[in-house]
């Protein structure tokens, strides 16, 4: 069994962080995940919204690795969430449900505001990789925990750019606002 | 904060027949999202746009004879969303 962790902090809300990250696919940052789909949304009773999703990849690993294990093309995870508005905090809990009787990934996520600074968000993240019943083992795991830290980085590039992307919508919006308004606002003084 | 209803690039669903019906719910969950359930308001609205997507993605997974015993679309308030993933 291996264990991965990384923190990171995003110069970001984490109003704007947590919105972003469920438009965080498809970006270019992460090819490999092919489909997402919503299983089951809902807010409990305590105003939290908690979400089950399910998540299609084709994880990138070698072709080595695949004739090995017999691995097919699409592999599927599923991913609990939890987002408490008023904690301001998103967790996520994701693990394949493909070939995990063979290697397991068990990767948890957390989002939060900042505790000093509530323009900045904080994102952790804890993975625990095991692979059994094959030979290398060991050297399976540290593969998979190198490529982690690749993706892991891939991921925070993927929310820049969606928060990037969404910032300029928004201004795009307050221009084309603005246009209307110097428009209109000039015949509305003559009225 | 209100966005241009552009037409994004959006992603594919394990149902291809899926697809447009969860950008449409998808939309409206992030608006809703961003927009009432951050400022407090928990109210969905997307209720029904999203069991006419949920049916088709239940659908297109027993079509498809995925293997994914674990993959109960139930889990959320069930006993097994606290439960850690089985080990071999």
């Known amino acids: 069994m291996r264990i991965w962790n990384s923190e990171h902090t995003f110069n970001h809300s984490w109003d704007t962080v947590v919105t972003a990250a469920w438009r965080k696919y498809p970006n270019p940052h992460n090819p490999s995940v092919l489909g997402l789909d919503v299983l089951d949304r ?12 399910l998540l299609s990849t084709s994880w990138g690993f070698p072709s080595w690795v695949r004739k090995m294990i017999g691995m097919q093309d699409m592999c599927y995870a599923s991913e609990l969430s939890t987002v408490d508005p008023e904690n301001k905090t998103f967790t996520l809990r994701t693990r394949n449900v493909t070939l995990s009787n063979i290697v397991t990934v068990d990767e948890h ?24 019943g094959l030979p290398l083992c060991n050297k ?8 982690m830290t690749n993706n892991a980085s891939k991921g925070r590039q993927a929310m820049e750019f969606v928060i990037d992307k969404l910032t300029k919508e928004a201004r795009e919006l307050s ?17 | 904060m209100k966005y241009l209803s552009k037409r994004a690039a959006s992603m594919d669903s394990v149902g291809t027949d899926c697809r447009e019906l969860k950008r449409t719910y998808d939309e409206c969950f992030n608006k809703w999202f961003s927009e009432k359930f951050l400022k407090g308001v928990t109210e969905d609205p997307c209720t029904a746009l999203f069991k006419v997507y949920q049916d088709c993605v239940k659908k297109a997974i027993r079509e498809k004879n995925l293997n994914l015993e674990e993959i109960e679309t139930d889990v959320l308030g069930t006993e097994r969303e606290k439960q850690p993933p089985p080990t071999t």
């Open chain 1, 42 to 53: 809902r807010v409990d009773s305590e105003g939290k919204l908690k979400s089950h999703r």
């Open chain 1, 109 to 132: 996520v957390t989002y939060c505001q900042h505790p000093t600074d509530p323009n900045k968000t904080l994102l952790k993240q804890e993975a625990t990789v095991t692979v059994s």
């Open chain 1, 140 to 147: 399976l795991e540290q593969m998979m925990t190198d490529a």
């Open chain 1, 175 to 191: 221009a084309e606002a603005q246009k209307c308004m110097d428009t209109v606002l000039p015949h509305a003084n003559t009225l």
